[in-house]
C-alpha cells in the first residue's frame, strides 16, 4: 500500500509539474502600456461613441448650419388639359341663311401651362440671435470635445486598473510556482529522510500536504490571470483568447512634477472645465432669447418664367403666352408683442444660468474634496508599497535561514511553513502595494487633468 500511495503522489506531481511545463512554453505577445494605449483608442466602444458625437457637434457648428448663408429655392411645373366644348346660340339666326345658327363643338382642345422660378432669401438681421447660436453651437462642441476627453480618460484608468490586474496576478504566479518547486523539493527531501529514518512518516504528509496546497493555490491564481486578461480584450475589443505578457515595470511621477500639476489642477480639471463651458452656453442662451426682441430684417428675390399655351375657342383664337418675372424686396419683421413668450424665455434662461452658478460652486469644492481625498491615498499608499518592500527583505532573509535551519533538522517542517507563508504574504502584499499605489497615482493624476500627458 506505501508504494501504490507514493507512485500516485509521484504520478501527481509529475502531472501537475507537465502542466504547468506546458503553460510556461506557451510564446505569448508582449503588450506594452503604449499599444495597449494605442488600441484602446482606436478600438474602445465608448471611445468611438465619443468620437462620433465630437464630429456631429463639428458638423453642427459649421457655416452650414450657422444660418449666415441666404437659401435658394428653385420651382418648377407643368400643367396639362384636354376639354371638349359645345357652344349653342339659344334663338339666334343665321343672317346668310335665315337659319338657326348652329353651335360651335371644339373636339380635344388642349392647353399647356409651364412654369419655372428661383427664390432667393437672405436675413440681415434677426435682433443678433443667429449670432449668439452661432458662438452657443461652437461652445457646445467644445463641451462634447471635454466631454470626449473625459471618456477617454476614463477608458485610460480603465485600462490601466485591469493591465495591472494582470500584471500582479502574473508576478503572483511566479511567486507561487517558485513556491510549488521549493515544496517538492521539501518533499523529495522528506522522502528520503524518511527512508534512512531521520524522520516521520508525518512530515511526508505534511510536505505532500503542502504541495497539494501550493498546487491549488497556482491553479487558481492562473485562472483568475486567464480571466483578467479577458476583461482586458474587451476593453481592447481584441479576439477574447487573445495570449500576452504585459509590462511589470511601474515608474512613479516625480514629486516635484506632481506639485506643479497639483497647482494647475483647477484650470485643467475636466469636470470643472466642462462646468465653465455649459455657464457660457447658458449665457448664449440668454442672449439668444432677448433676439426676439428685436426686428428681423431680409432680402429677397426672385426669377421666373410662365408659358401658357391656350386652344382656340369658340369666340377668340389660340395664343401661347410668356412672362419672364424678376422681382427683388426688403422686409422688416418686428413682432412687438408676441404675447410674452420672449419675456417668459429670457426669464427661464436666466434662471438656468443661476442654476449652473450654483452647480459651479458645488462642483468645485467636490473637485477639490476629490482631490485632497486622492492625494491622501496616493501618499499612504506610497508608504504602504515602501513598507511591505522592506517587509520582504526581512521575511526573505528570515525564509532564507529558516530553510538553512530546516536541511540541518534544527527547526520543525511547521516552522519552515509558517516562514515559507510570511514570505509569500509579504511578496504578494508587496505587488498589490505596487500596483494599488499606482492606481492611486493615476487616479490623481486625472484629477488633476493630467492623465493624458504624462507617460506611462
Known amino acids: 500500500m506505501k508504494h501504490i500511495m507514493n507512485y500516485k503522489y509521484r504520478y501527481t506531481m509529475r502531472l501537475v509539474f507537465f502542466l504547468f511545463l506546458i503553460s510556461s512554453t506557451v510564446i505569448a505577445q508582449k503588450l506594452t502600456k503604449q499599444e495597449a494605449i494605442r488600441l484602446a483608442l482606436e478600438n474602445n466602444f465608448g471611445i468611438l461613441v465619443a468620437n462620433n458625437n465630437v464630429t456631429i457637434s463639428k458638423n453642427n457648428k459649421g457655416i452650414l448650419n450657422s444660418g449666415y448663408l441666404p437659401s435658394l429655392a428653385a420651382n418648377a411645373g407643368a400643367g396639362y388639359q384636354s376639354a371638349t366644348s359645345i357652344t349653342g346660340f339659344q334663338g339666334a339666326i343665321d343672317s346668310n341663311t335665315g337659319e338657326p345658327r348652329p353651335d360651335i363643338e371644339i373636339n380635344d382642345a388642349e392647353t399647356q401651362r409651364y412654369n419655372a422660378d428661383l427664390t432667393l432669401n437672405y436675413t440681415l438681421f434677426d435682433g443678433l440671435g443667429r449670432f449668439y447660436n452661432y458662438k452657443r453651437l461652437k461652445e457646445e462642441y467644445n463641451l462634447t470635445a471635454l466631454q470626449a476627453r473625459q471618456t477617454v480618460e476614463n477608458t485610460i484608468l480603465q485600462l490601466f486598473t485591469v493591465y495591472y490586474e494582470v500584471a500582479r496576478l502574473s508576478e503572483n504566479s511566479e511567486i507561487l510556482e517558485e513556491t510549488l518547486q521549493i515544496s517538492r523539493e521539501r518533499v523529495s527531501r522528506s522522502n528520503y529522510q524518511f527512508e534512512y529514518g531521520q524522520n516521520t512518516k508525518l512530515d511526508v504528509l505534511n510536505a505532500q500536504v503542502d504541495v497539494a496546497n501550493d498546487s491549488i493555490n497556482l491553479l487558481n491564481n492562473n485562472q483568475q490571470l486567464i480571466n483578467t486578461k479577458r476583461d482586458l480584450n474587451v476593453i481592447l475589443d481584441g479576439d477574447l483568447e487573445q495570449e500576452f505578457d504585459v509590462d511589470t515595470i511601474i515608474k512613479f511621477v516625480p514629486k516635484l512634477a506632481l506639485d506643479e500639476y497639483l497647482e494647475k489642477s483647477e484650470e485643467n480639471n ?153 514570505l509569500i504574504l509579504a511578496e504578494t502584499n508587496k505587488n498589490s502595494a505596487k500596483y494599488d499605489a499606482k492606481i492611486a497615482e493615476l487616479e490623481l493624476l486625472q484629477l488633476t487633468g493630467q492623465l493624458l500627458n504624462v507617460e506611462f
Open 270 to 422: 475636466v469636470t470643472l472645465l466642462q462646468n465653465e463651458s455649459t455657464i457660457r452656453i447658458s449665457e448664449y442662451d440668454i442672449k439668444v432669447s432677448k433676439s426676439g426682441y428685436l426686428p428681423t430684417i431680409g432680402l429677397n428675390g426672385s426669377y421666373g418664367w410662365n408659358e401658357n399655351r391656350n386652344p382656340p375657342s369658340a369666340f377668340f383664337p389660340g395664343n401661347v403666352s410668356d412672362v419672364y418675372t424678376l422681382s427683388a424686396g426688403v422686409s422688416l419683421t418686428w413682432n412687438l408683442f408676441d404675447g410674452g413668450g420672449t419675456i417668459t424665455r429670457v426669464k427661464n434662461a436666466k434662471l438656468a444660468l443661476d442654476n449652473q452658478e450654483i452647480a459651479k460652486d458645488q462642483v468645485k469644492k467636490e473637485v477639490q474634496r476629490d482631490i485632497a481625498n486622492a492625494l491622501g491615498n496616493y501618499k499612504n499608499r506610497l508608504n504602504v508599497f515602501q513598507i511591505q518592500q522592506q517587509n520582504v527583505i526581512t521575511n526573505q532573509n528570515n525564509f532564507e535561514r529558516s530553510q538553512e535551519q530546516f536541511k540541518l533538522g534544527q527547526i520543525t517542517s511547521i516552522e519552515f511553513r509558517q516562514a515559507q507563508i510570511n
